[in-house]
């Protein structure tokens, strides 16, 4: 989406969610959806939208990736270990994943 990259959260937002309409059952819409949200620093809508993409294709790393960083972000530490440690069973030497899962733990 263009428009997250100018930081134009909203308008990222806006366009994301008519894609969504459009093709909901497709992950990679939703997971940008929560970028946006990140951007925007709302963390709870990021996490209902990247909850939405691991639902839709839980195989991901950067799913669960990003719903790691938002625990963290939410102070939802054992959540937070949770994505993680999933990260790390898709993709053992995920090193991003390990020193994440080392800070939160």
């Known amino acids: 989406v263009s428009a997250y990259h100018l930081n134009q959260f909203d308008e990222a937002i806006a366009k994301t969610e008519r894609l969504i309409a459009i093709v909901p059952a497709h992950a990679g819409y939703q997971y940008n959806l929560a970028l946006a949200y990140v951007g925007k ?33 939410l102070g939802n530490k054992p959540e937070g270990i949770t994505a993680y440690s999933r990260v790390l069973e898709l993709e053992p030497d995920n090193y991003e994943a390990l020193q994440a899962l080392k800070r939160l733990e």
């Not at 209902?48 to 639902?55: M, T, V």
């Open 41 to 73: 620093q709302a963390y709870p809508e990021a996490l209902a939208a990247i909850q939405q993409a691991i639902d839709l294709d839980a195989t991901d790393v950067r799913y669960h990736f990003l719903a790691g960083k938002i625990h963290g972000w």
